[in-house]
């Protein structure tokens, strides 16, 4: 993607104690007063990308369920008066600790997102490679 065509953010604004992962209330809180408000000023925004368990709840709550394992996956969430793809990934720092996962990240779920990509959001993904 091209760097000027996409927003990076953080669904938790702060680190937590000793870099654990964020507890759900944190990810609610955060969610509520900042990640709602960043959201709503991307108005150009079609799709996300949460990177982690963590990210993902903090966009899609807890009313849907995602599927176990390394598969790739999308939904559709309700923002506001828009609706927005989400279409989660695994969080960089799961790959590190997985390096034996990379080869299939690498030759199936990322083209695989690409496919999900290109099928679900033909035109920003044609925006997005400009």
Same mark, same amino acid.
């Given at each position: 993607? &091209?760097?000027? *065509? ?10 937590? &104690?000793?870099?654990? %992962?964020? *507890?759900? *209330? ?6 509520? #007063? ?5 959201l709503?000023?991307?108005t150009?925004c079609?799709?996300?990308? %949460? ?12 009313? !849907? ?15 506001g ?7 989660? !990934? ?7 600790? &997985? %390096? ?5 990240? #690498? ?14 959001? %033909?035109? &920003? ?6």
């Open positions: 993607l &091209a760097r000027g *065509k996409l927003a990076i953010t953080n669904c938790v604004k702060c680190h937590t &104690a000793d870099n654990r %992962p964020p *507890k759900n *209330k944190e990810v609610i809180i955060c969610r509520d #007063q900042w990640l709602g408000r960043e709503d000023a991307l150009a079609e799709v996300l990308m %949460p990177l982690g368990k963590p990210a993902l709840f903090g966009v899609i709550g807890t009313g !849907l369920k995602p599927p176990t394992g390394v598969e790739p996956w999308y939904t559709r969430v309700e923002f008066e828009r609706t927005l793809l989400v279409v989660p !990934l695994p969080h960089p720092a799961w790959i590190l600790r &997985a %390096p034996g996962m990379r080869g299939d990240l #690498q030759g199936r779920f990322l083209p695989a997102i690409v496919e999900i990509l290109a099928r679900e959001a %033909p035109e &920003a993904y044609a925006r997005s490679k400009g």
